[in-house]
């Protein structure tokens, strides 16, 4: 049971690049979240998902789109990359709010 | 809870001692509250949980106090470890948001000397 699975680890881009993160858990849970910790700081809500097909805004969505295609994936994207877009971005997976699983993290440097 | 930047509050404790964190919030209709123990590196780790109708609740050497009239919430460890060493954070939810999403304070880093 690997729970939540993000890839990855690590990367770095330049300024207006873009990318995608993969977030993927075997638990079968409903609700998925991305949340971004900057140093020091506790994590912000960018986007969650209460189920497959859905999406919603978080605190922090601006510069970011997600999308919800299978149960199990939830993915972040970049699409224009800024400096102020370095963090490091962890997702969550819950069972009805409940019993929130975090994944390990991606560090992500925008230079 | 408060963002307090790039300089966590810091709890130095010795090794064997209990240590205390408190966290405060500020939505009153929060109804869940969850402590997660973070190490270096490495994602939020569930330590202990409590629902608005409890005002304690006990884990294996962990206890998390509730008080809901002056909106604190705090964390006790007993018998310090080194492997306690991390940065804890207290997170709320509120029972009227459709995802349950996660509200996070800023974190305290606990420090345990051997």
């Known amino acids: 049971n690997a729970g939540v699975t993000q890839t990855p680890k690590f990367r770095v881009l330049k300024t207006g690049q873009s990318m995608t993160l993969l977030c993927a858990q075997d638990?079968?849970?409903?609700?998925m979240y991305w949340y971004r910790q900057d140093p020091g700081m506790g994590l912000r809500l960018i986007h969650y998902s209460v189920g497959e097909g859905t999406t919603a805004k978080g605190e922090v969505p601006d510069g970011y789109n997600v999308s919800r295609l299978k149960k199990q994936n939830f993915l972040l994207g970049l699409e224009s990359a800024a400096p102020s877009q370095t963090s490091v971005y962890f997702c969550a997976s819950s069972f009805g709010g409940r019993g929130y699983t975090f994944g390990s993290g991606t560090r992500l440097t925008v230079v | 809870g408060e963002s307090v930047g790039l300089h966590l509050p810091t709890l130095s404790v010795q090794e064997g001692d209990n240590s205390i964190i408190n966290c405060a919030y500020s939505n009153s209709a929060s109804d869940y509250f969850i402590w997660y123990k973070q190490e270096s590196g490495k994602g939020p780790q569930f330590i202990i949980d409590?629902?608005?109708?409890?005002d304690k609740r006990q884990g294996q050497r962990v206890t998390v106090l509730l008080n809901k009239t002056v909106k604190h919430l705090s964390l006790q460890i007993a018998a310090t470890q080194p492997g306690d060493s991390a940065v804890y954070f207290c997170?709320?939810?509120?029972?009227?948001?459709?995802?349950?999403?996660?509200?996070f304070g800023g974190g305290t880093r606990l420090m345990v000397k051997p």
């Open positions: 997170a709320e939810t509120p029972g009227d948001n459709a995802g349950n999403m996660l509200t």
């Open positions: 409590i629902r608005s109708n409890m």
């Open positions: 638990m079968n849970h409903e609700y």
